[in-house]
């Protein structure tokens, strides 16, 4: 993958999890909502200066979100920033740049 680009669409792993239950907290704080459900089922990752994560969430039985998470470079010591989310979206939908 070169630097800028968009990865192929990977299924989550253990660490994509770990990263949406890190930004959980963030969402929640932001949709004005509580998720029983928050499970990352498939992601794409974008290399800056950083990373960009694009994380499909689900939410609930039916309903799915997408997450753009920020990991800055580990010399710059910042937590993962929740940077965007697109809300309505199914299991089926293209995880896209957002």
Do not use: W
């Amino acid at each position: 993958m070169m630097t800028g680009g968009l990865s192929d669409t990977q299924p989550a792993t253990p660490e994509i999890q770990r990263i949406a239950d890190e930004v959980k907290p963030q969402f929640e704080s932001k949709e004005n909502r509580t998720c029983e459900i928050f499970k990352a089922i498939k992601y794409r990752s974008q290399v800056v200066a950083g990373v960009n994560y694009f994380i499909k969430v689900q939410v609930s039985d039916t309903d799915y979100v997408h997450l753009r998470v920020f990991e800055a470079l580990p010399f710059e010591n910042q937590g993962l920033k929740l940077d965007g989310i697109q809300t309505g979206k199914t299991r089926d939908d293209p995880i896209d740049y957002f």
